[in-house]
T-cell receptor, first 110, second 114 residues
Framework: KAGVTQTPRYLIKTRGQQVTLSCSPI?????VSWYQQTPGQGLQFLFE???????NKGNFPGRFSGRQFSNSRSEMNVSTLELGDSALYLC?????????FGPGTRLTVL | GEDVEQSLFLSVREGDSSVINCTYT??????LYWYKQEPGAGLQLLTY?????DMKQDQRLTVLLNKKDKHLSLRIADTQTGDSAIYFC??????????????FGTGTRLQVFP
């Protein structure tokens, strides 16, 4: 089976812009979670989607949003980018008790 | 609240055993995980243990869980240079039919020298 794929792998944006990141889960996995990884805050949970519904949400401002499509693919969107949004954004797809991560999208905000 | 702590660095000689430690605070944790992250890469699931187990062995990896002390360890036998990476401990609770979000530790950077 193919693993979790994320596109794009690298992205450079400027403050105030918005960005959309994409994640394709492992075939058959219906749950997709997003995490932000920064040197200062470490790995932090953003949100989780299951069957097109947001099932759980972390402590991030409303500028961070996501959605899931009927084929389980997920996107996350960050609007009005700030310098502090520079991070590695990781997507994970899961079965009942295992979460498998993609390679991440490295976002740099200038 | 939920908190997971790890020491930041560990340096070992090639061929020795490595032991990476982790403590967590959430007594309702159901699953505890170890992930490996190499430079520029995502997280690789190494192994996990259910909270009603004390030990799990998988080839060179041994996980020990002391639920009373909320202490988890990962032992890597015969450590190789390819094991150099950051290792993250994570905990989760079981909710409905799936596990809840993962709460990660700060990560332990393992350096293996010849």
């Amino acid at each position: 089976k193919a693993g979790v794929t994320q596109t794009p792998r690298y992205l450079i944006k400027t403050r105030g812009q918005q960005v959309t990141l994409s994640c394709s889960p492992i075939s058959g996995h219906r749950s997709v979670s997003w995490y932000q990884q920064t040197p200062g805050q470490g790995l932090q949970f953003l949100f989780e989607y299951f069957s097109e519904t947001q099932r759980n949400k972390g402590n991030f401002p409303g500028r961070f949003s996501g959605r899931q499509f009927s084929n389980s693919r997920s996107e996350m969107n960050v609007s009005t980018l700030e310098l502090g949004d520079s991070a590695l954004y990781l997507c994970a797809s899961s079965t009942a008790n295992e979460q498998f991560f993609g390679p991440g999208t490295r976002l740099t905000v200038l | 609240g939920e908190d997971v702590e790890q020491s930041l660095f560990l340096s070992v000689r090639e061929g020795d055993s490595s032991v990476i430690n982790c403590t967590y605070t959430d007594s309702s944790s159901t699953y505890l995980y170890w992930y490996k992250q190499e430079p520029g890469a995502g997280l690789q699931l190494l192994t996990y243990i259910f909270s009603n187990m004390d030990m799990k062995q998988d080839q060179r990896l041994t996980v020990l869980l002391n639920k009373k002390d909320k202490h988890l360890s990962l032992r890597i036998a015969d450590t190789q240079t390819g094991d150099s990476a950051i290792y993250f401990c994570a905990e989760s609770t079981f909710r409905g039919k799936n596990t809840d979000k993962l709460i990660f530790g700060t990560g332990t950077r393992l350096q293996v020298f010849p």
